[in-house]
């Protein structure tokens, strides 16, 4: 199923690629500007669409060759997130999109993957009469506090 897509009445499900990328989340801002330099992450009427995990913790032991050097120990790295976004199935435009990530990236071995998957894509239909869109209960939009970042 995953070497096509199909429709709804709604929607179209697009074959498409994920890109996730780990960082920790003080980089986010400065990785993304490089990929959205490339592709502009579109999805309908919206543009630079991706997603980010709450912060976690990164755990990691540098080997010989690292540019820390050897340790012994394990490393944890609070305040790493995970970042998500689709692209078109181009593997030009991947591998673009993936060497911005890693001159962009803090680390030596950025954590990058890409997965084939099918995508939903709406096909604008009227929802004017909709109950569940937002647009057409509270407008709760307008009241959600900007998202901080914690240190």
């Given at each position: 199923?995953?070497?096509?897509?199909?429709?709804?009445?709604?929607?179209?499900?697009?074959?498409?690629?994920?890109?996730?990328?780990?960082?920790?989340?003080?980089?986010?801002d400065r990785i993304m500007d490089a990929v959205v330099a490339i592709a502009p992450l579109a999805m309908g009427k919206y543009d630079r669409n991706a997603y980010q995990s709450a912060h976690g913790i990164e755990r990691?032991?540098?080997?010989?060759?690292?540019?820390?050097?050897?340790?012994?120990?394990?490393?944890?790295?609070?305040?790493?997130?995970?970042?998500?976004?689709?692209?078109?199935?181009?593997?030009?435009?991947?591998?673009?999109?993936?060497?911005?990530?890693?001159?962009?990236?803090?680390?030596?071995?950025?954590?990058?993957?890409?997965?084939?998957?099918?995508?939903?894509?709406?096909?604008?239909?009227?929802?004017?009469?909709?109950?569940?869109?937002?647009?057409?209960?509270?407008?709760?939009?307008?009241?959600?506090?900007?998202?901080?970042?914690?240190?």
């Open positions: 199923m995953i070497d096509s897509g199909f429709e709804t009445t709604s929607l179209r499900m697009t074959l498409l690629l994920l890109v996730t990328f780990q960082a920790p989340a003080a980089d986010v990691y032991r540098p080997l010989d060759g690292a540019a820390a050097g050897a340790e012994t120990e394990l490393r944890r790295r609070p305040g790493t997130v995970e970042v998500s976004f689709e692209l078109p199935d181009d593997q030009t435009l991947a591998a673009r999109v993936v060497e911005a990530i890693f001159q962009a990236h803090s680390y030596q071995e950025p954590v990058i993957r890409i997965q084939p998957i099918l995508a939903s894509r709406s096909k604008g239909l009227d929802d004017r009469a909709n109950p569940n869109r937002w647009w057409n209960t509270t407008g709760d939009w307008k009241k959600v506090a900007p998202v901080r970042e914690e240190a």
